[in-house]
């Protein structure tokens, strides 16, 4: 399965970075209405009018969101607070998921990262791991940046004419992203990164 994989592309909350959706929504409650909450976040739905969904596509900044997020609170919330508890969502990534990705790139795998994020996210994301972003990935696709989102056609099609030929395996948590990859570009793909585990992965730097 893997004998012309040139190709490791991991989306990033789910897959390495582990989700606490619970949290972010107990913080938020701190000082927002709960219709608020799910009208801000739209956890498990695919409301594209959340200011989630909205930011996620970069139709808005941070400072739009922000303030549309402020107007929604208890007088006295500050930006801060409403930026730490929307980063609360990040429950850290494990030291394991690194080891996996530094294994791959010395056995010659290119490594990729291509994730539905936010600029306040990723800026938290970088605070905390960017070392391990900068020197473990080929590539880095996200949704904010280029106005695409998975599982729409056109982010695959952008990212496999980004890196070009050769086998793809995705790893991604979510069912219709992994469908969309094997439907418009013909990656195979794996569900967690205990299951991309389970791959035999011939050593290509030899």
Avoid at 90 to 99: F, K, L, R, S, T
Wanted: charged fraction near 25%.
């Amino acid at each position: 399965m893997t004998q012309g994989t040139t190709n490791i592309i991991f989306d990033f909350g789910g897959v390495l970075m582990k989700h606490d959706r619970e949290g972010c929504m107990n913080d938020l409650r701190q000082f927002m209405a709960d219709e608020d909450v799910t009208y801000v976040l739209g956890f498990g739905n695919d409301n594209d009018d959340t200011l989630r969904a909205k930011l996620e596509r970069g139709e808005c900044d941070t400072h739009y969101f922000l303030e549309r997020v402020l107007a929604l609170c208890k007088p006295g919330t500050t930006e801060q607070q409403v930026i730490d508890a929307w980063n609360t969502v990040h429950a850290g990534i494990p030291d394991e998921a690194w080891e996996t990705i530094r294994q791959l790139r010395t056995k010659g795998y290119r490594t990729y990262l291509m994730s539905n994020t936010d600029a306040i996210h990723w800026q938290h994301t970088l605070s905390l791991y960017r070392q391990q972003v900068e020197s473990l990935f080929d590539g880095v696709f996200l949704s904010f940046e280029l106005k695409l989102t998975k599982p729409a056609e056109a982010i695959f099609r952008h990212v496999a004419n980004v890196i070009g030929d050769g086998q793809t395996i995705f790893v991604d948590d979510m069912e219709a992203n992994r469908l969309a990859a094997q439907q418009f570009v013909s990656w195979q793909t794996c569900a967690s990164m205990e299951e991309l585990l389970l791959i035999s992965f011939p050593d290509r730097s030899l």
